[in-house]
């Protein structure tokens, strides 16, 4: 008895040597970001990039559309995307970091406020969404490991400080790059659950992108596949206002 009783508390010691070795093994949010950022080319090669302009053609299966779109960013935080739907016309999003607008033909154009106005600016931030440093988060948290589309991830919950926006994203154990990310995206139409899928990295300009999104919004998939990237092209011209915006803003 006393044998058997001796062997169940090595077992236990050994079981709950092996929990806490686990548990120190799992890193801590800020090295899965710097991890990352090394994945993808390193700060220095980061930091060569101030502009992109990228290409890419976008599929919605569901209602057999797809569009062309041209997509510029720059530093610090200017976006414009110009996507082409055929029999509908061209739908311009954009911000030059002041003021963000979106003009389509369906719903005319429009400035954007408030949630919009604040989700667009963080997504416009050129080296906050590459390099993720921490002063743009109020929170920055590893729940552990889960799995994402058979991927053994590390699931990292994100918290923008300004916003106070709550993104889980999840980092690939074995190379440390994004495989998905979970949010709410604000639109004129309210909130709504937003899981993203990203993949087919390749490299432009000595840092690796996700060249395939696919995009799940409810019951909808919307696929971006990225055919070109063109390091530090996009011309100061693609953030101006465009003309039908300029009259919704006061002087």
């Given at each position: 008895?006393?044998?058997?009783?001796?062997?169940?508390?090595?077992?236990?010691?050994?079981v709950l040597s092996s929990a806490s070795l686990s548990a120190q093994a799992v890193p801590s949010a800020t090295e899965v970001l710097a991890k990352y950022v090394a994945a993808i080319g390193g700060k220095d090669a980061i930091m060569k990039i101030t502009s992109l302009k990228q290409t890419s053609t976008m599929q919605v299966p569901a209602v057999g559309l797809t569009a062309e779109v041209?997509?510029?960013?720059?530093?610090?935080?200017?976006?414009?995307?110009?996507?082409t739907i055929p029999?509908?016309?061209?739908?311009?999003?954009?911000?030059?970091?002041v003021v963000a607008w979106d003009a389509n033909p369906m719903q005319g154009p429009r400035l954007l406020a408030d949630k919009e106005l604040a989700q667009t600016l963080e997504g416009a931030d050129f080296y906050g969404n590459m390099l993720y440093p921490v002063d743009r988060f109020s929170k920055l948290e590893n729940l552990g490991v889960a799995d994402f589309n058979?991927?053994?991830?590390?699931?990292?919950?994100?918290?923008?400080?300004?916003?106070?926006?709550?993104?889980?994203?999840?980092f690939s154990v074995a190379t440390g790059l994004i495989v998905g990310a979970e949010t709410v995206q604000e639109s004129q139409m309210g909130t709504m659950?937003?899981?993203?899928?990203?993949?087919?990295?390749?490299?432009?300009?000595?840092?690796?992108?996700?060249?395939?999104?696919?995009?799940?919004?409810?019951?909808?998939?919307?696929?971006?596949?990225?055919?070109?990237?063109?390091?530090?092209?996009?011309?100061?011209?693609?953030?101006?206002?465009?003309?039908?915006?300029?009259?919704?803003?006061?002087?």
């Amino acid at each position: 008895m006393k044998t058997v009783r001796s062997f169940a508390v090595a077992a236990a010691a050994l079981v709950l040597s092996s929990a806490s070795l686990s548990a120190q093994a799992v890193p801590s949010a800020t090295e899965v970001l710097a991890k990352y950022v090394a994945a993808i080319g390193g700060k220095d090669a980061i930091m060569k990039i101030t502009s992109l302009k990228q290409t890419s053609t976008m599929q919605v299966p569901a209602v057999g559309l797809t569009a062309e779109v041209e997509a510029y960013q720059a530093a610090p935080n200017k976006m414009a995307t110009k996507s082409t739907i055929p029999g509908v016309g061209e739908m311009l999003q954009g911000t030059n970091g002041v003021v963000a607008w979106d003009a389509n033909p369906m719903q005319g154009p429009r400035l954007l406020a408030d949630k919009e106005l604040a989700q667009t600016l963080e997504g416009a931030d050129f080296y906050g969404n590459m390099l993720y440093p921490v002063d743009r988060f109020s929170k920055l948290e590893n729940l552990g490991v889960a799995d994402f589309n058979g991927e053994k991830s590390y699931k990292i919950k994100l918290v923008r400080k300004d916003s106070g926006r709550e993104t889980t994203q999840y980092f690939s154990v074995a190379t440390g790059l994004i495989v998905g990310a979970e949010t709410v995206q604000e639109s004129q139409m309210g909130t709504m659950q937003v899981s993203s899928t990203l993949s087919d990295y390749k490299e432009f300009g000595g840092v690796k992108f996700p060249t395939k999104t696919e995009v799940n919004m409810g019951a909808n998939k919307l696929i971006m596949t990225i055919t070109n990237v063109v390091i530090n092209g996009a011309p100061a011209a693609a953030f101006e206002i465009p003309d039908a915006v300029k009259p919704l803003i006061k002087k």
